[in-house]
């Protein structure tokens, strides 16, 4: 079963990325937590009004499953307290890696 990627980037002020940063971080125990979710790196922009949060889903699947359970209300909450804008997200699968 192939992962599915998600490049999400969330507009934020200044002085609120971090609150972000740590709402991000304490969504790996709920919405964003294994074994749906395999891995999150969060990104923050070099003038700190940007926040880039690249999702590794285990499969389509398992992303749809986390998006029906009880964890996905409270994220998009937190989310949407610190984003200055509609967050833009993006979905992407592997094309192979490069050495």
């Known amino acids: ?3 599915e990627i998600e ?3 969330i507009s934020v002020e200044p002085a609120r ?18 074994p749906a979710c395999d891995a999150v790196e969060v990104l923050l922009g070099e003038s ?3 926040v880039a949060v690249i999702i590794t889903w285990t499969s389509p699947e398992a992303h ?3 998006l029906q359970g009880p964890h996905s209300a ?9 984003a200055t804008d509609r967050p833009d997200v993006r979905k992407y699968t ?3 890696g490069l050495r």
């Open 7 to 9: 490049v999400v980037r």
């Open 64 to 66: 749809i499953r986390a």
């Open 94 to 96: 592997s094309a192979g």
């Open 74 to 82: 409270q994220f998009f909450q937190q989310v949407a307290a610190f």
């Open 48 to 50: 700190r009004n940007e």
């Open 1 to 3: 079963m192939a992962s």
């Open 17 to 34: 990325a971090d609150g972000l940063i740590e709402a991000l971080q304490q969504a790996r125990r709920g919405y964003l937590a294994r």
